[in-house]
Structures are given as C-alpha cells and as structure tokens.
C-alpha cells in the first residue's frame, strides 16, 4: 500500500509540472505575438505617412491631376482662338441684357430679363432709356424692374430728348373713365373724342374707339405719358423741359392737335403715339393721387395747393419742381391741356381740357375738367400731353 501510494504523489508531481510548463508556452506565444503585431503596425504606419508615404503620394497625384487638367483647358481654348482666327471668325460672347447702341438705347422692344411686359416689368420702346429714376441702371442691363422703381415713376427718353412716364394698367376693370372728380355736367356728359388714335387703331367710333385704346393699354399693361405739357422748339413740336415757351401763338385747333399727336411718334414702329384721352388723364390721377410732391408734400388731385406755387404762368414746362409727382410735372400748375374728350354742356358740344392752373381767382385742380369752344388755341395757358402705346 505503500509503494502504491508513493506512486500516485509522484504522478501528480509530474501533472503539475505539465501544467507549469504548459502555461509558460502559451504566455510566451502572447507576447511574441504582440511584438510581431506591433512591428507590422509600425511598417503599416510608415507607408501610409511620411512625405513618401502612400496618403502624401496620393494627395500629390490627385494635385498633379488637377493640374494636367486646368493647363490642358488652357491649351485646347488658345487652340481654339487660333483655329478661330485663322477661318476669320471669333468666340462668340454672352449678351447682357437687352440689345441697345453705344448710347444705352434700345434697339428694340425690350424687358430686361426677356419676358413678357406687364404693369410692373414695363417694356422699355425701341429708340428709348429710362433716365433720370432709380431704374437707370437698366440702360446696362443690370438690374431688373421693381415695384418701387415703378411705382416712382419709370421715365425714358428718345434720341431727341423727349421724355415719356410709365403709367401701369394692371386689369381692363381699373381702365375707365372717372366722373367722380367733378360733379357737374361737364362730367357727366364727357365721351371719347373721335380721330384720336393713331392710325390703324381708329375706328371712326367713339365707343369702339374707347374699346380699341383699353384693349392696346392692358395688353401692355400700361401706357406712357408726356414727362411735360408739349411745347414748342425750332424743330418743332416736344414733349421735354422747353425753354422756348409753353403754349406759343397757337397750335391751331383741337384737331390739329390731334393730328400733331399722331405725326409725334414719325417713324419708330415700336411705338404710336396719340393725343392723351380722358380715360388716360383720369388713370393718370389715381396713379399720382397721394404721391409726395417735390415739396415733399401730399399731391392730392382734388384740391389746388396755392403754396406750390406763384400767380404767374410759368414761360416753360418743367421748371417749377414743386408741381412735380412721380417724376410728371404741371399736372396742377402751367396750364390747362386739351384731352381727346368732348361733352355736351349747355345744350352745346364743346372740347374738354383738365389739369390744373393758377388762374387767380379760380385755381383747376389736377383732376378738374372745363371746357373750350376749340375757337383756336391761343391762349398761352391751353396745351396738351401725348401718349406712347407700345406696339
């Protein structure tokens, strides 16, 4: 029992060194493992950096890359200005804005960014700029027609200096005669006078030709209006700031008038031009109605104001800039002007004039309506305004 004995303590002895030595190896294994590893790490990270690691020579080839790009674009455009020479012809440029000369007028009939005209993005005639408004800058085509630039009054002028204002239409519904200004007969009785509209748009009737002129303006969506009463120059008749006189020894009748309306626009296709009518002047008054004067004061079209002016007749259109609201002058003050209206007042028919004048004792307002005989216009304080329809 003994010898048994002795025997199985010295297997155990010898399990446990098994054991011993067992643990030893698999400890060693770790750590040569971990050493190998962190020696591939230190390989992996040396290739991938360093100024010839594979990131940094990515980096450089995707440089390089970029470069061979932009230089062969480079060489592929002087070989295209060459060839192009060469065959006599250039690279074409982009347009900006609208076509127009070396003097900023338009060529054409134009809207700044080419689409449609209406009340607010007002097309711009052949043959005029806008000048002298927030909106100059269009004669470069750079900005675009605002509300607010509009709504000031858009001024253009022709090569010769005429000056028209932009008077917006934004439905038919608002297109119409106003009787409400003055409650009397005069008013009441008013028509559109016959022989006004340009030619190819009269009709020979009155109440067709009320229909023919709504339709050309809201098509538009406006219409334009003399800048200043029409005056005289040597070379001939204006509608411009005119040192020369407002109304001088007589343009004749009220159909000689309207016959110098028509003959104003000469031969610009992009434009005719006619006598103001009544519905016009009245489309005019709302549009200035409640507008700052050049004073900086309310303009209001239903009441003379005496302080913005004195109680003598001005010797030209344009110089009193108290009487100036979106951009139109004298619509109160100068004179009274012929409008293509008539009305049976006193059992007679007789010619309508509106606007204001500083009569002494009995001021017109901008809004009012009064009449002539049409006896002849030579009377310094009658004159008249024309119109422009864009065609």
């Known amino acids: 029992m003994k010898k048994i004995g002795k025997e199985l303590k010295r297997k155990q002895k010898e399990e446990k060194f098994k054991l011993k030595e067992n643990e030893g190896i698999t400890l060693i294994a770790l750590v040569i493992t971990i050493i190998v590893l962190l020696i591939l790490a230190g390989i992996s990270i040396a290739m991938l950096t360093g100024e010839n690691g594979i990131l940094s020579q990515a980096t450089k080839a995707k440089e390089e890359t970029e470069k061979a790009q932009v230089n062969e674009a480079l060489i592929l455009e002087e070989y295209n200005k060459f060839l192009n020479n060469a065959i006599g012809e250039t690279t074409p440029e982009e ?104 030619d190819g748009m009269e009709t020979g009737d009155n109440t067709e030709n009320e229909r023919v002129e709504t339709n050309a303006v809201v098509s538009k969506g406006g219409f334009y209006i003399s800048r200043f009463e029409a005056g005289r120059e040597d070379n001939g008749i204006v509608s411009k700031k005119s040192v020369g006189g407002i109304m001088p020894d007589n343009f004749g009748s009220n159909e000689n008038l309207k016959s110098i309306a028509k003959e104003f626009s000469g031969d610009n296709e992009n434009i005719k031009s006619a006598l103001c009518s009544g519905i016009q002047w009245d489309i005019t008054m709302k549009f200035v109605n409640g507008k700052l004067d050049g004073t900086g004061k309310t303009f209001n079209v239903k009441e003379f104001n005496r302080n913005r002016h004195s109680d003598i007749i001005e010797a030209s259109t344009g110089e009193n800039e108290a009487d100036k609201v979106c951009n139109i002058y004298d619509l109160e003050g100068n004179c009274v002007e012929y409008v293509a209206e008539k009305t049976n007042y006193n059992n007679e028919e007789e010619c309508v004039v509106r606007g204001g004048v500083r009569y002494v004792s009995n001021p017109q307002t901008a809004s009012g309506r009064s009449t002539q005989d049409d006896m002849g216009l030579s009377n310094v304080d009658c004159t008249c305004r024309f119109v422009l329809y864009v065609m």
């Open 95 to 198: 347009p900006e804005g609208p076509p127009k000369d070396d003097q900023g007028f338009f060529e054409e009939n134009s809207t700044i960014n080419g689409e449609k005209g209406t009340a607010m993005n007002p097309i711009i005639p052949g043959g005029f700029k806008p000048v002298d408004t927030d909106t100059s800058t269009w004669g470069d085509g750079s900005s675009a027609p605002t509300e607010k630039n509009v709504n000031n009054g858009l001024v253009i002028q022709d090569k010769v200096g005429n000056e028209f204002v932009w008077i917006p239409v934004k439905s038919e519904a608002e297109y119409a005669r106003d009787r409400s200004y003055e409650s009397t007969s005069i008013s009441a009785g008013a028509y559109t006078d016959i022989g006004y509209l340009p």
